[in-house]
């Protein structure tokens, strides 16, 4: 590999002096497009690691306006995590394009053009679907649809010229499925949509192969397992099209959305894929499939704790706590833990941890209040089977009515926990730090 990657930098140098020079787009700029629905937008936590050691030469343009980090449409920034709108999650395309770097030439530039909307059909990412349409579709899945002005395709297409005019489109990425489940029509409209796009900016489909990645399996507990076998069937309706296996990806206990270890692991797996359409063959891969390090975080004098001794189970309806060994007990929707009649100011702290006894079977919600009134939107954040959040205190966002907001940390009225379900909550601890507990993992 290292032999190709030498003839790859050697030509790709020329090539990029001379595109230079006639103010061309970069060769070596490489370009993917990125459609789908929530597992291609992201629907996992996003978490310390992922925001570290995210190469220069990674790439995104965003396709809407960000406020929260500010990022405008048509625009290239750094790839770090949100990518595809600024509320959403760790998505497939993080560790796809770390990956893609690992294995290209130092002088390669990788960028993702990320156009996705939780709960979309394959129909609504096509050329010819009628926006109009949207009028019959639930409010929540309208606001996704309105970033686009209800035409996705269009935005898709818009962005992805502004593209090619800094480098070359090199793949098209997919993950959709879930909302076409048992649709046999599936891979013809898969293909119309890839077609659409190839036409419409001027590519060639022998350069330009599409990946298909499938849903959560059944062996995993999806709920749209049943869509597999036609994912798989792709490659018999578009020749240059590639599926990539979801085989032992774990999912958060929705049925439905991949684990954060998940996301990364499979978008290990697209950017495998396409390197060995690259002929890169035996790729380096500096993420583990197996299951992800997890630190077990103890707080120090620095840190902020919150003191079992003040834990309230009564916040918003009745709960009990037990304070011998810290288990809070409440039935569905009953919120407990610190309250606040003057705020406290975390803002000097860059993390806030939160760690049960054991993995949540629970549903169990963690929430961050910068306002005093416990109906009001909070940050929210979910243990997803696991037993530890931490959370970057400066990275924290509400999602309200008129848009997402970041949350106060200077003015902090409550930290707790909120059960969906009736199972005892048994909490190890709750503290801010300027630690980062996943350092350990690397070393750091």
Known sequence: MKHLKSLVLASSMVLSAAATAIGAPDPNFYIYLCIGQSNMEGNASIEPQDRIDVPERFKMMATVDFDYPARKQGKWDKAVPPLVRQYTGLTLMDYFGRTMLDNLPENVTVGVVPVAIGGC?????????????????????????????????????????????????????LHQGESNTGDPQWPAKVNKV??????????NAADVPLLAGEVVTAEEGGHCAAMNPIINTLPQTIANSHVISAANIPQKGDGLHFTAHGYRVLGCRYATKMLNLMGIDKPTINYNEAEPFIPEPKPTKDDYVFDFKHFNPNIKADGAFDETTNTFTAGRYVFGGWQYDTPVDLSGYK??????????????????????????????????????????????????????????????YGVGFMGRGTEPIRIKHVFATNTNPFSAAKGK
């Not at 579709?137 to 992805?160: H, Q, S, V």
């Not at 890839?194 to 590519?203: A, K, N, P, S, V």
């Not at 009134?373 to 940050?379: F, I, S």
Request: charged share 30%.
């Open 194 to 203: 890839y077609t659409d796009i190839l036409g419409d900016l001027g590519l």
């Open 351 to 412: 993390y806030i941890v939160a760690e049960l006894e054991e993995n949540d079977s629970n549903g169990v919600e963690f929430k961050v209040f910068d306002t005093a009134d416990y109906n009001e939107v909070p940050y929210m954040s979910r243990f997803n089977r696991g037993k530890l959040i931490v959370a970057e205190l400066d990275g924290m966002m509400k999602n309200l009515d008129s848009g997402i907001t970041p949350l106060k940390t200077s003015t902090i």
């Open 121 to 173: 059909k394959i129909e609504h990412l096509d050329k010819d679907y009628d926006p109009a349409t949207v009028a019959k579709e639930a409010e929540w899945f309208k606001g996704f649809m309105k970033a686009y002005d209800n035409t996705p395709y269009k935005r898709l297409i818009e962005c992805a010229k502004e593209a090619q005019k800094d480098g070359v489109i090199k793949g098209i990425l």
